[in-house]
């Protein structure tokens, strides 16, 4: 089907990053089939769904780089603690107590949040990732996928086994919409034979890497501790950065490290929300953007954020260092958007979104821009970013597909979902 919006305003995001002020944009099945200015669109026939853009700003659908979106369940149940208290005696201990089930409704809770506030696809490291994976594919968002990995132990070979079924089962499944990954959490939880176990899968399936990396300062000291070097050089020596790696945090680097980072097909995924609120400290953004490191953004799971809102995350990735640095010239609007957008796409090597262009994927976000936070429309880059909020998302598509359309969903019953979670919470009380 095909599906024509007009007269809106347009971040393509494309490598020149043009803005189409009075623009169209024409989608066919999944695909973008035609952009540009209104000045060279044609009438087609009347077989397409016309949507009338005015007022609408439209930007490539949000990428949310690094989630645990199950976590969504334990929201607020441990806050303001230190992040290993938080982890080993508040987290884990809950975490036994979830089951398949629980999964499959956290995962859509978490699905939902980030659809209302523009989020089209996400990259999720978590158990019961089967789970995930069908809310994924019913509710038309798009993911990539990993089982969290950690070792050894007892559970440490059924952990990749279900990683590798997870491979073999939704790979390239839901019109194309899921991808698969390997999930070793990171170096403090799996251990130099496990990664020796755990690549010989990923060079086997050919995966990418969703791991944690360097996020407090207790990781960096405990790694030189047990191995002299810091993580980003441990997992040098490993071979880890032998395949594409998609590490969150990296908040404690060191130039060294951001040299190597440089170096290997690596991208850092900035959580400035959860660094924020559990004490890990400020990665050191302009640094590696000075590098050329990729940098995607993500929100973390919201247990420890506490929401999923990557338009919030755009905003305190284009504010924090302004304040913490004292220059109100590092990370632009323009590059804290692109975390969001393109910066996502490379990092988990998904070429097909992440840009407004012609035989991308139609994945896209509308926001309204007829709020008062969008006057005067001096610069529409400045008022997205630093002005706009999740309430002004309208219409969100995904494989040229509505899955929010004036508010509304249209593949999931939230009101289902809200019924189910409470049922669970009474679990953790």
């Known amino acids: 089907m095909k599906r024509i919006i007009k007269n809106a305003t347009i971040f393509t995001q494309n490598e020149n990053r043009d803005m189409i002020e009075k623009g169209y944009l024409i989608t066919q099945d999944e695909n973008i089939i035609e952009i540009g200015p209104m000045d060279q669109y044609k009438e087609i026939p009347m077989d397409a769904e016309i949507i009338e853009g005015d007022n609408y700003l439209i930007t490539p659908g949000f990428i949310n780089a690094h989630t645990h979106v199950t976590m969504t369940l334990l929201r607020g149940y441990a806050d303001d603690l230190p992040l290993w208290t938080w982890l080993s005696e508040k ?87 899921i991808k698969i990954m390997a999930g070793p959490h990171a170096v403090y939880t799996c251990e130099p034979s496990y990664w020796e176990e755990l690549l010989n899968m990923v060079q086997e399936f050919n995966m990418g890497i ?109 504010l924090l260092h302004k304040g913490f640095m004292e220059d ?50 001096f610069n529409l880059m400045s008022h997205l970013v630093y002005s706009s909020h999740s309430s002004q998302v309208e219409n969100v598509m995904v494989n040229g597909n509505w899955i929010l359309r004036n508010k509304e969903l249209t593949m999931i019953d939230e009101e289902k979902v809200i019924f189910h979670i409470e049922k669970i919470k009474n679990k953790f009380q």
């Open 328 to 377: 109100s010239t590092v990370i632009t609007a323009q590059q804290a958007l692109d975390m969001a957008t393109i910066g996502g796409s490379k990092a988990l090597s998904w070429k097909e979104i992440g840009s407004l262009e012609v035989g991308k994927r139609a994945d896209l976000t509308m926001l309204s821009m007829k709020e008062s936070t969008f006057y005067p429309k």
């Open 210 to 318: 969703h791991t944690h990396l360097s996020e407090t300062r207790m990781e960096v000291e405990n790694c030189q501790k047990a191995y002299g070097k810091s993580p980003v050089q441990h997992m040098l020596d490993m071979g880890v950065f032998q395949h594409p790696v998609v590490a969150a945090h990296g908040v404690h680097l060191t130039d060294v490290d951001i040299e190597i980072l440089k170096n290997n097909p690596v991208s850092i995924v900035y959580n400035p929300g959860s660094n924020l609120k559990l004490g890990s400290g400020l990665a050191p953004i302009p640094k590696l953007l000075d590098k050329g490191v990729n940098i995607a953004l993500g929100t973390d799971g919201a247990a420890s954020n506490n929401n999923l809102d990557l338009l919030e995350e755009i905003r305190l990735a284009a």
């Open 91 to 177: 987290m884990w201990p809950q975490e036994d107590k979830l089951t398949n089930e629980d999964a499959y409704w956290g995962s859509l809770l978490s699905i939902i949040e980030m659809i209302k506030s523009g989020t089209t696809t996400f990259n999720d490291m978590y158990m019961f990732m089967d789970k995930t994976a069908q809310a994924v594919k019913e509710s038309g968002i798009r993911a990539c996928l990993s089982r969290g990995l950690q070792g050894p132990d007892d559970k440490s070979l059924k952990r990749l086994e279900e990683n590798k079924l997870l491979y073999r089962q939704w790979h390239n499944e839901a019109q194309g919409r």
